[in-house]
């Protein structure tokens, strides 16, 4: 194995899991603190970073970082400082709460590192997710990297990542850093143990398909009322819309000509029929009238003719030979009889409907919706506006995420950042009666900083979705509080939120309003092969001139760059071929 140094991370006691020293935690008859030296043995030297450990062996450098509990990013600092410059040229970088992580797959991630060339490889777990804690540096970028912060302390792991950096799909890799994940993991270990939850405990993750389902039968409705169809658009009909008055009102001509009673020829009279205008008097037999698309036809008309079906001579008006017999009369209530169904229940209010209501003197209606959200931005690292400082980056899909909802029926309400605190969301969640769906933006993973999903627990959610088996989106969560409200946990990653959302938008409101489900977009993906791996996988796509789709086999999912001149994205299941049909999901319904 190529040269390399270690640096394990065990760092502190988990506020997440009440105090305890994570680390120490026993799963399968180790703790992970074990596991992680155990994984790094064939490194050269190795430093654990976090309260001294008597019991671990003299050989193994035990350094603090300063001030102790400021984060993963100073520990990395004295890390680095503790082998100093004569460290080996490649460093492990673990943290200690991987109870399955193995020497093979450590020797794995060098030998990626070695071949590469990149400045860092970092494992990917089974949902897509990058670990940043599992990955293999060149020593000089990271010492680079951290050089370059104006501060170590309390720094997201983001803040080091270098642009030059390879994920490999590594299983079994699973950090522990909730009660919840002690216990799977302890389960999987075939330890005993004992289920505080069932509702997500062991629980696998769900297919798309799964998903969807889940989402569009299993959210409770919203309370339905009575509103004016144009003022809520997105919203969905609770009930059949039928007409209150016929459709036409009354006999009306379908075309530009002439109202005529009985045989021809007819003698033209002088008056003309204007749709609302007055109704021309009556036609006695063999009399013609000049008429409007959609006027009143007088009483005693036969038939329409066309224009372009008549010749006129001497005020006489004669049919031209050879045309062809029909009367181009819209007969009253020929489309719709006051009592007749306009759309079903579960029916989107749009344009369409909206219009099709007004022509039976429909204007309003008895709907559920249109759903209300509030987007939480969650993150230290993020800024809205202003300078970025050391470690920040831009939020670049907070601002477009109204838009993008509106796409779907969703109404922005309100839109907020939350910065990493242990009882943010406890507060978030708890403030939810004045909308029906709360997005949020990273947390949904099992960092250090991600702590939606253990306030979820607290707030006795009820999961729909657990995580995804789709890449990128894997962390997604989706539970409903007490009061009604859904929550819908994003990815932090851009394009792994705006994929995911795209996605999932739409079953969601489906569930929410009683929305009848549209009809998926699917067909050939002529490049599927390049794209399909062992997890179903979301990609922009841009429309084939033979028809179906060409998808971009690699996206930079760090920003929406890869969306550019793109039409939309396909979901590509595991294993397809070229050819195969893919799902399609427009950029823009």
């Not at 209606?365 to 920040?392: F, K």
């Not at 994929?499 to 309003?513: H, I, K």
């Amino acid at each position: 194995m190529t040269a390399a140094d270690a640096i394990v991370l065990a760092g502190g006691r988990a506020s997440r899991m009440g105090g305890v020293d994570k680390p120490a935690i026993v799963i399968g008859g180790r703790s992970m603190l074990d596991a992680a030296l155990r994984a790094v043995a064939g490194c050269e030297h190795t430093v654990v970073v976090g309260p001294h450990r008597p019991e671990l062996d003299p050989a193994i450098r035990q350094v603090r970082e300063v001030p102790p509990g400021s984060g993963p990013v100073a520990a990395l600092g004295a890390g680095v400082r503790a082998l100093g410059d004569t460290a080996a040229p490649l460093l492990v970088v673990l943290a200690a709460d991987l109870p399955f992580l193995t020497e093979s797959t450590v020797a794995e991630l060098i030998r990626h590192t070695v071949e590469s060339g990149a400045a860092a490889v970092f494992a990917e777990d089974e949902s897509g997710r990058p670990q940043y804690l599992v990955g293999v540096w060149r020593r000089s970028a990271l010492k680079k990297a951290l050089e370059q912060l104006d501060s170590l302390t309390n720094q997201p792991m983001k803040a080091l990542v270098p642009a030059d950096t390879v994920l490999v799909p590594v299983p079994g890799i699973a950090d522990c850093d909730t009660e919840e994940a002690v216990r799977q993991a302890r389960t999987l270990a075939g330890d005993p143990v004992t289920v505080a939850d069932p509702t997500t405990v062991g629980r696998p993750a769900l297919s798309l398909d799964e998903a969807r389902n889940l989402l569009r039968t299993g959210i409770s409705h919203l309370v339905a009322y009575r509103a004016e169809l144009r003022s809520v658009r997105g919203a969905a009909l609770a009930e059949p819309l039928r007409a209150a008055g016929p459709l036409p009102r009354f006999d009306v001509s379908a075309m530009d000509g002439y109202a005529v009673a009985g045989d021809g020829p007819w003698r033209l009279r002088r008056d003309i029929g204007f749709a609302g205008g007055q109704r021309p008097v009556g036609l006695l037999p063999g009399e013609a009238v000049r008429i409007a698309t959609g006027a009143h036809v007088p009483d005693g008309t036969t038939a329409v003719l066309r224009d372009e079906f008549v010749r006129i001579e001497a005020e006489t008006l004669h049919r031209l030979p050879g045309t062809p017999v029909r009367d181009d009369i819209r007969r009253r209530g020929e489309d719709r009889n006051p009592g007749d169904l306009v759309a079903p229940e579960g029916t989107s209010v749009g344009d369409a409907l909206i219009s099709a209501a007004a022509s039976v003197e429909v204007t309003e209606a008895g709907v559920r919706g249109p759903v209300r959200a509030r987007v939480v931005m969650t993150g230290d690292e993020i800024r809205g506006d202003g300078p970025l400082h050391t470690g920040q980056t831009r939020d670049s899909i907070g601002p477009i995420l109204p838009d993008l909802l509106s796409w779907y029926g969703i109404r922005t309400v309100d839109r907020t950042h939350l910065r990493d605190t242990p009882n943010g969301f406890d507060e978030v969640l708890g403030a939810t009666t004045d909308c029906d769906l709360l997005i949020v933006v990273g947390a949904t993973g099992g960092g250090a900083a991600d702590q939606l999903r253990e306030a979820v627990a607290r707030a006795q959610a009820r999961i729909l979705v657990h995580r995804l088996r789709l890449r990128p989106g894997g962390s997604t969560l989706v539970a409903e509080l007490g009061s009604g409200t859904v929550v819908l946990g994003l990815p932090g990653n851009p394009f792994a939120a705006i994929a995911t959302l795209t996605a999932l938008a739409p079953s969601v409101v489906d569930g929410l309003t009683g929305r009848r489900p549209g009809r998926a977009q699917t067909g050939p993906l002529h490049n599927a092969g390049a794209i399909a791996g062992p997890v179903p996988r979301i990609v922009p796509a841009r429309i084939a001139p033979q028809g179906g789709w060409l998808g971009d086999p690699s996206i930079r999912t760090a920003h929406l760059g890869g969306l550019i001149d793109r039409d939309g994205l396909v979901v590509v299941p595991a294993g397809a071929r070229d050819g195969d049909p893919v799902e399609f999901l427009p950029l823009r319904p």
